[in-house]
Protein backbone atom coordinates (compact mmCIF):
# COMPACT_ATOMS: atom_id res chain seq x y z
CA UNK A 1 0.00 0.00 0.00
CA UNK A 2 1.04 3.32 -0.92
CA UNK A 3 0.79 5.98 2.30
CA UNK A 4 1.26 9.68 2.65
CA UNK A 5 -0.03 12.03 4.64
CA UNK A 6 -3.34 12.31 3.05
CA UNK A 7 -4.17 8.54 2.75
CA UNK A 8 -3.23 8.66 6.75
CA UNK A 9 -5.87 11.10 7.42
CA UNK A 10 -7.90 8.73 5.69
CA UNK A 11 -6.79 5.20 7.12
CA UNK A 12 -7.11 7.06 10.66
CA UNK A 13 -10.22 9.09 10.86
CA UNK A 14 -12.89 7.40 13.99
CA UNK A 15 -15.46 8.66 15.44
CA UNK A 16 -14.43 10.67 18.57
CA UNK A 17 -17.82 10.72 21.03
CA UNK A 18 -15.78 13.02 24.13
CA UNK A 19 -14.56 16.49 24.08
CA UNK A 20 -12.57 18.78 26.09
CA UNK A 21 -13.90 21.95 26.98
CA UNK A 22 -11.30 23.98 24.76
CA UNK A 23 -13.16 25.98 21.47
CA UNK A 24 -13.36 24.37 17.82
CA UNK A 25 -12.68 28.07 16.82
CA UNK A 26 -14.17 30.04 14.13
CA UNK A 27 -11.40 29.11 11.78
CA UNK A 28 -11.07 25.55 11.76
CA UNK A 29 -15.28 25.72 11.32
CA UNK A 30 -14.45 27.75 8.25
CA UNK A 31 -12.16 25.19 7.00
CA UNK A 32 -14.26 22.32 7.63
CA UNK A 33 -17.23 24.16 5.48
CA UNK A 34 -14.25 24.85 2.98
CA UNK A 35 -13.43 21.33 2.80
CA UNK A 36 -17.24 20.54 2.27
CA UNK A 37 -17.69 23.02 -0.50
CA UNK A 38 -14.90 21.75 -2.69
CA UNK A 39 -16.79 18.21 -2.77
CA UNK A 40 -17.90 16.52 -6.25
CA UNK A 41 -21.61 16.27 -7.10
CA UNK A 42 -23.57 15.53 -10.47
CA UNK A 43 -23.58 18.41 -12.32
CA UNK A 44 -22.00 20.31 -10.03
CA UNK A 45 -24.88 21.16 -8.87
CA UNK A 46 -23.97 21.02 -5.18
CA UNK A 47 -26.71 20.40 -2.92
CA UNK A 48 -24.84 20.76 0.34
CA UNK A 49 -26.10 23.76 2.59
CA UNK A 50 -24.58 23.84 6.35
CA UNK A 51 -25.67 25.39 9.75
CA UNK A 52 -22.72 25.44 11.80
CA UNK A 53 -23.30 25.73 15.93
CA UNK A 54 -21.21 27.14 18.25
CA UNK A 55 -24.11 28.32 21.06
CA UNK A 56 -23.86 25.93 24.15
CA UNK A 57 -27.50 26.24 24.45
CA UNK A 58 -27.98 25.25 20.62
CA UNK A 59 -25.72 22.38 21.07
CA UNK A 60 -27.94 21.00 23.95
CA UNK A 61 -31.40 21.92 22.10
CA UNK A 62 -30.42 19.67 19.44
CA UNK A 63 -29.04 17.24 21.25
CA UNK A 64 -32.84 16.52 22.62
CA UNK A 65 -33.26 15.25 19.54
CA UNK A 66 -30.90 11.85 19.85
CA UNK A 67 -30.29 9.13 21.62
CA UNK A 68 -26.62 9.73 21.41
CA UNK A 69 -27.48 13.61 23.17
CA UNK A 70 -24.05 13.00 25.33
CA UNK A 71 -22.04 13.94 22.56
CA UNK A 72 -23.50 17.04 21.27
CA UNK A 73 -24.02 17.80 25.14
CA UNK A 74 -20.35 17.28 25.47
CA UNK A 75 -19.53 19.00 21.96
CA UNK A 76 -18.23 22.40 21.35
CA UNK A 77 -18.73 22.80 17.93
CA UNK A 78 -21.62 21.32 15.24
CA UNK A 79 -22.32 21.34 11.84
CA UNK A 80 -25.50 20.23 10.61
CA UNK A 81 -25.74 19.21 7.18
CA UNK A 82 -28.58 19.65 4.65
CA UNK A 83 -30.03 18.42 1.37
CA UNK A 84 -31.37 21.76 -0.53
CA UNK A 85 -34.38 20.30 -2.43
CA UNK A 86 -34.51 22.60 -4.39
CA UNK A 87 -31.66 22.50 -6.32
CA UNK A 88 -31.95 18.70 -6.54
CA UNK A 89 -30.91 17.04 -10.49
CA UNK A 90 -31.26 12.97 -8.92
CA UNK A 91 -32.03 12.51 -5.34
CA UNK A 92 -29.73 9.46 -4.89
CA UNK A 93 -26.89 10.88 -6.81
CA UNK A 94 -26.95 14.19 -4.93
CA UNK A 95 -27.22 11.83 -1.82
CA UNK A 96 -24.20 10.72 -2.60
CA UNK A 97 -22.67 13.90 -2.71
CA UNK A 98 -23.93 14.72 0.38
CA UNK A 99 -21.80 11.56 1.33
CA UNK A 100 -18.65 12.56 0.10
CA UNK A 101 -19.28 16.58 1.83
CA UNK A 102 -19.67 15.23 5.00
CA UNK A 103 -16.97 12.82 4.67
CA UNK A 104 -14.40 15.72 3.24
CA UNK A 105 -15.72 17.41 6.47
CA UNK A 106 -14.66 13.86 8.87
CA UNK A 107 -11.49 13.90 6.81
CA UNK A 108 -10.40 17.92 7.34
CA UNK A 109 -11.26 17.81 11.05
CA UNK A 110 -8.81 14.52 10.99
CA UNK A 111 -6.22 16.39 9.74
CA UNK A 112 -6.17 19.08 12.07
CA UNK A 113 -6.40 16.95 15.33
CA UNK A 114 -10.33 17.85 15.86
CA UNK A 115 -12.57 15.14 16.74
CA UNK A 116 -15.66 14.43 14.61
CA UNK A 117 -18.69 12.59 15.11
CA UNK A 118 -21.33 11.57 12.05
CA UNK A 119 -24.93 11.20 13.95
CA UNK A 120 -27.57 9.53 11.49
CA UNK A 121 -29.34 8.56 13.90
CA UNK A 122 -30.85 12.23 14.77
CA UNK A 123 -32.83 11.97 11.66
CA UNK A 124 -35.65 10.12 12.93
CA UNK A 125 -36.29 13.75 14.21
CA UNK A 126 -35.12 15.62 11.54
CA UNK A 127 -38.06 17.77 11.10
CA UNK A 128 -37.87 18.95 14.77
CA UNK A 129 -33.80 19.79 14.31
CA UNK A 130 -34.79 21.49 11.14
CA UNK A 131 -36.98 23.57 13.39
CA UNK A 132 -34.50 24.12 15.93
CA UNK A 133 -32.08 25.39 13.24
CA UNK A 134 -34.21 27.58 11.21
CA UNK A 135 -33.38 26.70 8.10
CA UNK A 136 -35.97 27.10 4.87
CA UNK A 137 -38.23 24.55 4.23
CA UNK A 138 -36.82 23.42 1.26
CA UNK A 139 -33.91 22.23 3.34
CA UNK A 140 -33.77 18.27 4.39
CA UNK A 141 -31.69 17.32 7.41
CA UNK A 142 -29.04 14.76 6.20
CA UNK A 143 -27.01 14.47 9.20
CA UNK A 144 -25.18 15.91 12.01
CA UNK A 145 -21.57 16.07 12.69
CA UNK A 146 -20.81 16.73 16.27
CA UNK A 147 -17.28 18.33 16.91
CA UNK A 148 -14.56 19.10 19.59
CA UNK A 149 -11.21 18.50 20.13
CA UNK A 150 -10.04 15.41 21.59
CA UNK A 151 -9.05 14.55 25.09
CA UNK A 152 -5.46 12.76 25.27
CA UNK A 153 -6.04 9.64 25.11
CA UNK A 154 -8.96 7.39 22.84
CA UNK A 155 -9.99 6.39 25.82
CA UNK A 156 -11.07 9.56 27.54
CA UNK A 157 -12.32 10.60 23.64
CA UNK A 158 -14.82 7.29 23.68
CA UNK A 159 -12.89 6.93 20.02
CA UNK A 160 -14.40 3.87 18.50
CA UNK A 161 -12.08 2.59 15.35
CA UNK A 162 -13.76 -0.40 14.86
CA UNK A 163 -12.94 -2.87 12.18
CA UNK A 164 -13.48 -3.11 8.57
CA UNK A 165 -14.31 -5.93 6.10
CA UNK A 166 -11.13 -7.40 4.30
CA UNK A 167 -10.36 -6.39 1.15
CA UNK A 168 -11.16 -9.89 -0.01
CA UNK A 169 -15.11 -9.49 0.80
CA UNK A 170 -14.91 -5.99 -0.69
CA UNK A 171 -13.94 -6.72 -3.84
CA UNK A 172 -16.28 -9.08 -5.77
CA UNK A 173 -14.84 -8.74 -9.23
CA UNK A 174 -11.37 -8.12 -10.97
CA UNK A 175 -11.10 -7.80 -14.80
CA UNK B 1 -8.15 29.07 6.33
CA UNK B 2 -5.93 26.03 7.87
CA UNK B 3 -3.81 24.48 5.23
CA UNK B 4 -1.82 21.09 4.97
CA UNK B 5 -1.65 17.91 2.81
CA UNK B 6 -4.55 16.12 3.70
CA UNK B 7 -6.97 19.73 2.77
CA UNK B 8 -4.95 20.78 0.45
CA UNK B 9 -5.78 17.03 -1.58
CA UNK B 10 -9.33 18.01 -0.93
CA UNK B 11 -9.39 21.26 -2.09
CA UNK B 12 -7.72 20.53 -5.11
CA UNK B 13 -9.12 17.32 -6.03
CA UNK B 14 -10.44 17.64 -9.71
CA UNK B 15 -11.95 15.51 -12.62
CA UNK B 16 -9.59 14.24 -14.85
CA UNK B 17 -11.06 12.83 -18.14
CA UNK B 18 -8.19 11.90 -20.18
CA UNK B 19 -4.77 10.18 -18.80
CA UNK B 20 -1.60 8.38 -20.24
CA UNK B 21 -0.67 4.61 -21.23
CA UNK B 22 1.06 4.46 -17.89
CA UNK B 23 -1.40 1.44 -16.39
CA UNK B 24 -2.16 2.84 -12.77
CA UNK B 25 -1.08 -0.50 -10.68
CA UNK B 26 -2.23 -3.24 -8.82
CA UNK B 27 -0.75 -1.31 -5.61
CA UNK B 28 -2.18 2.09 -6.47
CA UNK B 29 -5.55 0.00 -7.04
CA UNK B 30 -5.47 -1.51 -3.98
CA UNK B 31 -4.52 1.53 -1.80
CA UNK B 32 -7.46 3.26 -3.62
CA UNK B 33 -9.89 0.50 -2.16
CA UNK B 34 -7.79 0.64 0.96
CA UNK B 35 -8.91 4.07 1.23
CA UNK B 36 -12.92 3.12 0.50
CA UNK B 37 -12.66 0.18 3.23
CA UNK B 38 -11.99 2.79 5.53
CA UNK B 39 -14.79 5.40 5.01
CA UNK B 40 -17.79 5.34 7.88
CA UNK B 41 -21.00 4.00 7.56
CA UNK B 42 -24.11 3.95 10.03
CA UNK B 43 -23.70 0.82 12.38
CA UNK B 44 -20.52 0.04 10.54
CA UNK B 45 -22.41 -1.89 7.77
CA UNK B 46 -20.21 -1.00 5.34
CA UNK B 47 -22.51 -1.44 2.43
CA UNK B 48 -19.78 -0.91 -0.13
CA UNK B 49 -18.74 -3.75 -2.75
CA UNK B 50 -16.28 -2.59 -5.64
CA UNK B 51 -14.91 -4.49 -9.06
CA UNK B 52 -11.55 -3.42 -10.10
CA UNK B 53 -11.24 -3.24 -14.20
CA UNK B 54 -7.71 -2.79 -15.50
CA UNK B 55 -8.48 -5.00 -18.88
CA UNK B 56 -8.78 -2.83 -21.73
CA UNK B 57 -11.39 -5.37 -23.52
CA UNK B 58 -13.85 -4.71 -20.04
CA UNK B 59 -13.23 -1.26 -19.50
CA UNK B 60 -13.78 -0.77 -23.37
CA UNK B 61 -17.57 -2.76 -22.80
CA UNK B 62 -18.35 -0.95 -20.12
CA UNK B 63 -17.69 2.25 -21.66
CA UNK B 64 -20.41 1.24 -24.11
CA UNK B 65 -22.59 2.23 -21.60
CA UNK B 66 -22.20 5.46 -21.07
CA UNK B 67 -22.29 8.59 -23.40
CA UNK B 68 -19.11 9.73 -21.11
CA UNK B 69 -17.34 6.50 -22.97
CA UNK B 70 -14.62 8.35 -24.21
CA UNK B 71 -13.49 8.79 -20.58
CA UNK B 72 -13.48 5.01 -19.98
CA UNK B 73 -12.05 4.37 -23.46
CA UNK B 74 -9.20 6.78 -22.54
CA UNK B 75 -8.37 5.63 -18.86
CA UNK B 76 -6.39 2.28 -17.67
CA UNK B 77 -8.23 1.58 -14.86
CA UNK B 78 -11.57 1.80 -13.25
CA UNK B 79 -13.22 0.50 -10.11
CA UNK B 80 -17.10 0.33 -9.78
CA UNK B 81 -18.50 0.84 -6.51
CA UNK B 82 -21.91 -1.16 -5.72
CA UNK B 83 -24.24 -1.41 -3.11
CA UNK B 84 -24.83 -4.60 -1.04
CA UNK B 85 -28.53 -4.44 -0.64
CA UNK B 86 -28.88 -7.54 1.22
CA UNK B 87 -26.53 -5.50 3.94
CA UNK B 88 -28.73 -2.36 3.73
CA UNK B 89 -29.79 -1.17 7.28
CA UNK B 90 -31.22 2.70 5.68
CA UNK B 91 -31.28 3.17 2.33
CA UNK B 92 -30.55 7.00 2.56
CA UNK B 93 -27.63 6.66 5.17
CA UNK B 94 -25.90 3.56 3.11
CA UNK B 95 -26.44 5.23 -0.19
CA UNK B 96 -24.14 8.94 1.95
CA UNK B 97 -21.69 6.11 3.13
CA UNK B 98 -21.02 4.97 -0.40
CA UNK B 99 -21.02 8.66 -1.40
CA UNK B 100 -17.78 8.79 1.58
CA UNK B 101 -16.58 5.75 0.32
CA UNK B 102 -16.16 6.98 -3.28
CA UNK B 103 -15.10 10.42 -1.83
CA UNK B 104 -12.11 8.71 -0.17
CA UNK B 105 -11.63 6.56 -3.63
CA UNK B 106 -10.68 10.62 -5.27
CA UNK B 107 -9.07 12.24 -2.06
CA UNK B 108 -6.74 9.43 -2.43
CA UNK B 109 -6.39 8.90 -6.49
CA UNK B 110 -5.69 13.15 -6.15
CA UNK B 111 -3.22 12.64 -3.37
CA UNK B 112 -0.73 9.64 -5.29
CA UNK B 113 -1.20 11.86 -8.70
CA UNK B 114 -3.85 9.92 -10.57
CA UNK B 115 -6.00 10.82 -12.15
CA UNK B 116 -10.05 10.37 -11.52
CA UNK B 117 -13.57 11.12 -12.60
CA UNK B 118 -16.85 9.87 -11.12
CA UNK B 119 -19.18 8.82 -13.47
CA UNK B 120 -22.73 8.58 -12.43
CA UNK B 121 -25.06 8.91 -15.85
CA UNK B 122 -23.99 5.36 -16.31
CA UNK B 123 -26.50 4.56 -14.06
CA UNK B 124 -28.97 4.83 -16.54
CA UNK B 125 -27.80 1.62 -18.04
CA UNK B 126 -27.32 0.35 -14.64
CA UNK B 127 -28.38 -3.13 -15.07
CA UNK B 128 -26.24 -3.81 -18.29
CA UNK B 129 -23.29 -3.23 -16.41
CA UNK B 130 -24.10 -5.18 -13.43
CA UNK B 131 -24.38 -7.84 -16.24
CA UNK B 132 -21.01 -6.78 -17.84
CA UNK B 133 -19.09 -6.89 -14.22
CA UNK B 134 -20.75 -9.93 -13.51
CA UNK B 135 -22.10 -9.01 -10.36
CA UNK B 136 -24.61 -11.05 -7.53
CA UNK B 137 -27.91 -10.19 -7.52
CA UNK B 138 -28.12 -8.43 -4.57
CA UNK B 139 -25.41 -5.59 -6.02
CA UNK B 140 -26.65 -2.51 -7.15
CA UNK B 141 -24.47 -0.10 -9.53
CA UNK B 142 -23.75 3.03 -7.32
CA UNK B 143 -21.20 4.75 -9.62
CA UNK B 144 -18.22 3.72 -12.02
CA UNK B 145 -15.05 5.60 -11.03
CA UNK B 146 -12.33 5.95 -14.16
CA UNK B 147 -8.35 6.27 -13.50
CA UNK B 148 -5.61 7.20 -14.90
CA UNK B 149 -2.25 8.76 -15.02
CA UNK B 150 -2.99 12.38 -16.04
CA UNK B 151 -0.88 14.11 -18.63
CA UNK B 152 1.52 16.65 -17.80
CA UNK B 153 -0.71 19.73 -18.24
CA UNK B 154 -4.44 19.99 -17.30
CA UNK B 155 -5.51 21.50 -20.77
CA UNK B 156 -3.87 17.71 -22.04
CA UNK B 157 -5.96 15.65 -19.12
CA UNK B 158 -9.46 18.13 -19.58
CA UNK B 159 -9.27 18.56 -16.20
CA UNK B 160 -12.63 20.71 -14.86
CA UNK B 161 -11.79 22.23 -11.06
CA UNK B 162 -15.74 23.66 -11.73
CA UNK B 163 -15.97 27.00 -9.77
CA UNK B 164 -17.98 26.79 -6.42
CA UNK B 165 -20.80 28.73 -4.49
CA UNK B 166 -19.71 30.98 -1.91
CA UNK B 167 -19.64 29.74 1.74
CA UNK B 168 -22.47 32.72 2.43
CA UNK B 169 -24.91 30.89 0.24
CA UNK B 170 -23.93 27.50 1.35
CA UNK B 171 -23.87 28.13 4.97
CA UNK B 172 -27.61 29.11 5.72
CA UNK B 173 -27.43 29.73 9.59
CA UNK B 174 -25.05 29.97 12.55
CA UNK B 175 -25.74 29.50 16.40
Not at 41 to 68: C, H, M
Amino acid sequence: MKLNETIKSILERKSVRRYTDEPVGEETLSTLVEAARWAPSGLNNQPWRFVTIESREKLDEVAGFTKYAKILNNSTAAIGVFLDTSTIYHREKDIQSIGAAIENILIAAEALGVGACWLGEILNRREEVEKALEVAPTLELMAVIALGHPPETDEGSNAARKGRLPSETLIVGKF
